[in-house]
């Protein structure tokens, strides 16, 4: 079936330090993958998102790049700030199927000043 | 100006109750969806309509039935609500069925006591 696997949180980091949160996927066929966040109290918000192997969404400083090879999409970011403070969720879509998007189980980040 | 405005944001309940929760969005989008998030945030998709007419139906308990009086509105209702329902509940909504790019209202938080 299909999955998305991300690193345990929560992920604690001191303002400017360099961000990655590993995630990767099983799939059928060649999904498209996506990485949303959520802020304290709101909804999801779409952050970048990658359509074929290799791939590279960026967005507000953040970067993936779909690398088929590993099945993977790893979230990095070179310099994060208190406001990137969030749960960040990897997600895939399998392109051609009935729209379900299956996210992964989100990775709390909190940065410290 | 919210795009996906969902009503109530709160609410406090006794089991074996009924409740709905109401979504609208002004995006001109045709799809919408129900999401569950437990408490730890893990993401659930429940339920999506697409011009109103239902195409996905996850395993969810039959004490929950959405409606889509028009394309703008996807309503949910619980009946005989049960400690187990308490979680946030998120609409969303996408350009059509094809696409990974949702749209999320800010949450419903019920709590069944």
């Known amino acids: 079936g299909n999955s998305v696997t991300q690193m345990e949180g929560p992920v604690t980091l001191s303002e400017e330090a360099f961000l990655t949160i590993n995630c990767t996927y099983t799939a059928t066929g060649y999904p498209s993958l996506f990485w949303y966040v959520q802020y304290p109290g709101e909804g999801l918000q779409l952050l970048l998102k990658?359509?074929?192997?290799?791939d590279k969404g960026s967005n507000k400083g953040f970067e993936a790049t779909y690398r088929k090879e590993t099945t993977s999409f790893h979230l990095e970011k070179g310099s994060v700030q208190v406001s990137d403070s969030a749960v960040y969720f990897c997600?895939?879509?399998?392109?051609?199927?009935?729209?379900?998007?299956?996210f992964g189980t989100g990775t709390l980040l909190a940065v410290q000043p | 100006d919210t795009a996906v405005s969902q009503t109530p944001k709160y609410l406090v309940t006794q089991m074996g109750n009924d409740k709905s929760i109401k979504c609208e969005q002004n995006l001109g989008h045709d799809t919408m969806y129900w999401y569950k998030q437990d408490s730890k945030k893990f993401l659930k998709i429940m339920f999506s309509y697409n011009n109103k007419e239902l195409i996905i139906n996850e395993t969810v308990p039959n004490r929950f039935s959405p409606k889509s009086p028009d394309k703008a509105h996807l309503n949910l209702h619980i009946n005989s609500l049960e400690l187990g329902d308490s979680a946030v509940y998120f609409c969303?909504?996408?350009?059509?069925?094809?696409?990974?790019?949702?749209?999320f209202g800010e949450g419903s938080r019920l709590t069944v006591l």
């Open positions: 969303a909504s996408s350009q059509d069925s094809n696409t990974g790019e949702l749209f």
């Open positions: 997600a895939l879509r399998r392109n051609g199927a009935t729209n379900k998007l299956i």
């Open positions: 990658a359509t074929k192997a290799d």
